[in-house]
């Protein structure tokens, strides 16, 4: 079964404890690497949502001719 995408605030949440716990030194160096890896692929998720919410903007702005309004 396929994994479930987590939302942006799912992500950017997640996100945040991951950096607060490496910058805390709650976690080892082979744990902080471990989980810089798991926030670079939060940060490539949140990237990809915003870039479809930023297409579906500009869709939604089009007017009927092509242009942006």
Partial sequence: MAK???SF???LKQL???AT???QGE???EESITKYE???NLVKN???ILEKAELKM???QERSDGTLG
């Fill in 58 to 60: 500009q869709k939604l």
């Fill in 16 to 18: 945040e404890a991951i």
């Fill in 21 to 23: 716990q490496i910058e």
């Fill in 4 to 6: 479930k995408k987590q």
């Fill in 46 to 48: 949140c990237r990809e």
């Fill in 27 to 29: 976690i080892g160096l």
């Fill in 38 to 40: 798991e926030g670079m």
């Fill in 9 to 11: 605030e799912e992500s």
